[in-house]
Every structure is written in structure tokens, then in C-alpha cells.
């Protein structure tokens, strides 16, 4: 019998590198929560973005929305931290905001590792055709220079969070060459800056209940009331300066 625990829900924390780690998960004999972290909706909006370019050089979207579980908002325990529910949905489908956890169960060869693999491929493919280099890029050289900047980076002390490790390959351009062409980042900027405040996504609304129905009835008849009064008035002033004038 399988008494192995199903993921279903993660507790996470933003923290001072205003990134996103794992707490606490409901499977914990498969996951190890220390320096575990998680993709939030703007970033996964930014990653899709990036990836945009790659689709002209054999890049499979199937294989990004394949490398990651999925996760939505189900509550907030404290400010900074929140509750997510396990949700089987594609990233490119779901109308609400998605969390993601890279399926790293199998590190050299699951799903997260075969998407860095493509999107590296990918992305050397794009810089060659675009750039005039005097020796064609490898996959070595990107992966050697992208360790050489981590060690620069003073990684070693620290956990790297899968958005920086994703977006050190999408955004990858050789030392000494700039990529030139055509991006339309506004898009991308727009649906990040709509999903950057998180705390608004989990913010729940409060149902007027009927006492909070009968003030307002009663502060609009009291409207009501001073306006009819009001009228009355005008309309008694306006008699008596007609009554004066024909006098």
C-alpha cells in the first residue's frame, strides 16, 4: 500500500530578497523545503515572455508548462505569507494567477532539468542566428559563463531561486555582444505590474450582511427626505417673491 503523501498544498513566505520560498508542504518525504523556492504569477507571466522569442528555434511550450506543478491561492495565514492549493491546470489555459513549483523530484533527468536542457538549446540557437560570432556558441560556453557569474554573484552562501536560474539562460547574451531585436516588453509589463501586489489577489470580500442593508436604506431616505425638504422650501420662497412682485 502507498502511504506516500500527495502534494496538494505549499505555505509559502515572501522574503527579504522579495522572492518566494516554500515553507512547509503537505508531501515533506519527498520535499525538501530548505531553499526551495517558487515562481509567483508575475514572474511566470515574465518566463512565458521570455520564452516568446525561442518558438522560432524549436522551443516546445508543452515542455515549460510540463516542468512545473501548479499551485493557486487558497488564503492568507499573516501578511507575507500565504497558503497555496494544488490546482491541475496549464499555465497558458488558467484565468487566474498561478504559483509554480519546478518539479525537481528527479534532478538530473525530470521534467524541470529536460526544460532547462531545451530552453538552453534554444536559446544558443537563437544567439547564433542573430549575432555574427567569430566561432559558433556552444551549450558549454553559455553553462561555463552562467557558473562564472554565479561565483562572481557570491551564490555559494546562498540559495538561487528557479526565476534567477531560469532567467540567467533566457536572458543570456554572450560578454561583449548585445542582442538586437525586435520586443514588444510592454505587454509583459503590463500583466506584471496588474499581478506585482499579491496581497490584492488574496484580499477576500466582505458580504454586507442585512444590517449593514438597512443603514444604508436608512441613510438614503434620510437623503431622500432632506432633498423633498429642500424642494419644499425653495418652492415657499418662490410663492412669496411672486406674491411681493404683484403687490
Not at 530552453?119 to 544567439?127: A, G, P, Y
Request: charged fraction near 40%; aromatic fraction near 10%.
Amino acid at each position: 500500500m502507498n502511504t506516500t503523501p500527495k502534494l496538494e498544498w505549499s505555505v509559502i513566505r515572501l522574503k527579504e530578497d522579495n522572492y518566494w520560498w516554500v515553507e512547509s508542504i503537505s508531501d515533506e518525504k519527498r520535499w525538501d523545503v530548505d531553499g526551495l523556492g517558487i515562481i509567483d504569477p508575475s514572474q511566470i507571466v515574465h518566463l512565458v515572455d521570455l520564452c516568446e522569442p525561442l518558438r522560432d528555434y524549436d522551443f516546445d511550450p508543452d515542455i515549460l508548462d510540463g516542468a512545473f506543478f501548479k499551485f493557486g491561492i487558497e488564503g492568507e495565514i499573516e501578511e507575507g505569507c500565504i497558503k497555496l492549493a494544488r490546482i491541475k491546470e496549464s499555465l497558458f489555459a488558467s484565468e487566474d494567477p498561478l504559483f509554480a513549483l519546478p518539479d525537481i523530484l528527479d534532478e538530473e533527468k525530470g521534467p524541470y532539468a529536460d526544460f532547462l536542457e531545451h530552453i538552453t538549446k534554444s536559446r544558443v540557437k537563437l544567439l547564433n542566428d542573430l549575432i555574427d560570432f567569430e566561432q559558433t556558441l556552444t551549450i558549454e560556453d553559455l553553462e561555463e559563463e552562467i557558473r562564472e557569474q554565479q561565483k562572481l554573484g557570491d551564490y555559494e552562501d546562498h540559495y538561487v531561486h528557479f526565476f534567477g536560474q531560469i532567467t540567467s539562460i533566457l536572458e543570456y547574451v554572450p560578454k561583449g555582444y548585445e542582442l538586437d531585436f525586435d520586443e514588444d516588453p510592454d505587454s509583459s509589463q503590463e500583466k506584471e505590474e496588474d499581478l506585482a501586489d499579491i496581497p490584492d489577489l488574496i484580499e477576500e470580500k466582505i458580504e454586507e450582511d442585512e444590517t449593514m442593508k438597512w443603514v444604508d436604506e436608512d441613510e438614503e431616505s434620510d437623503e431622500f427626505e432632506s432633498e423633498d425638504d429642500e424642494k419644499t422650501d425653495r418652492t415657499d420662497e418662490e410663492s412669496i417673491e411672486t406674491a411681493a412682485e404683484d403687490k
